[in-house]
């Protein structure tokens, strides 16, 4: 069954700290991945997003993910957080199948960036 | 651009009742998704629609369902409503191509009592 792990459900960084965010997925063909973020009071909107190519995408506020098919893997990092990031970020993976784009997300990890 | 719209944004009903919650497309989008949003579970793939017909479902029971309009818009009804039905619903829209991302509303709230 296709499936998408956040390993980290809680994380809790300083000011400047570096952020990575795993995610896997599980999927048997070829999936394009997603990073989602929700910041309070928000909805949620696209951070980043791979489709094929350079392993490694660059998405807004400074994000980047790195796409490892072998590990089935797609992290999320960035090198320096700000109290701004603060938000609760999802990985989402949808099957290159019949059009669309129904996508399955992982449970969330909510981090929380202290000043 | 006018994002995805829902409405309303709280609902509360009762075990039993049925409920019906809506979503606007952002103009041009003409796929519609929804997702149930549970305490501790991530986002839940419920429906897809795109040009007025069903085109998938997730693992939900059949008192789940929906529609498309012409206009795009689509309605989710959930019929025999059960405490565990509680949750935020989103609805999510984009352009047919495989590769369009997704745009989400800011969901409904429904609370079954």
């Known amino acids: 069954a296709q499936s998408v792990s956040q390993h980290n459900h809680h994380v809790i960084l300083s000011e400047a700290a570096s952020l990575e965010l795993g995610c896997n997925y599980s999927?048997?063909?070829?999936?394009?991945l997603f990073w989602y973020v929700q910041y309070p009071g928000q909805h949620l909107q696209l951070l980043l997003k791979?489709?094929?190519?350079?392993?490694l995408v660059k998405g807004i506020k400074g994000f980047e993910a790195e796409f490892i098919k072998s590990k089935f893997s797609f992290n999320l990092r960035k090198p320096s957080v700000q109290w701004s990031d603060t938000a609760e970020y999802f990985c989402?993976?949808?099957?290159?199948?019949?059009?669309?784009?129904?996508?399955?997300f992982g449970t969330g990890t909510q981090l929380k960036v202290e000043l | 651009e006018a994002g995805v719209t829902q409405s309303p944004t709280h609902l509360i009903k009762t075990r039993g009742q049925q409920a019906t919650l809506r979503c606007s497309p952002i103009s041009g989008h003409t796929s519609v998704y929804w997702y149930q949003q549970a305490l501790g579970l991530g986002l839940q793939f419920l429906l897809w629609?795109?040009?007025?017909?069903?085109?998938n479902r997730g693992n939900f029971p059949p008192r789940f369902s929906g529609r498309q309009f012409p206009n795009y818009s689509s309605e989710l009804n959930v019929n025999a409503l059960e405490l565990e039905d509680s949750a935020l619903y989103l609805c999510?829209?984009?352009?047919?191509?495989?590769?369009?991302?997704?745009?989400f509303g800011n969901g409904t709230r429904l609370t079954v009592t």
């Open positions: 999510a829209s984009s352009l047919a191509n495989v590769n369009s991302p997704l745009h």
């Open positions: 629609y795109d040009e007025g017909e069903e085109r």
């Open positions: 791979y489709f094929s190519g350079d392993p």
């Open positions: 999927y048997g063909g070829t999936v394009n």
């Open positions: 989402a993976a949808g099957e290159i199948t019949g059009g669309g784009n129904k996508l399955t």
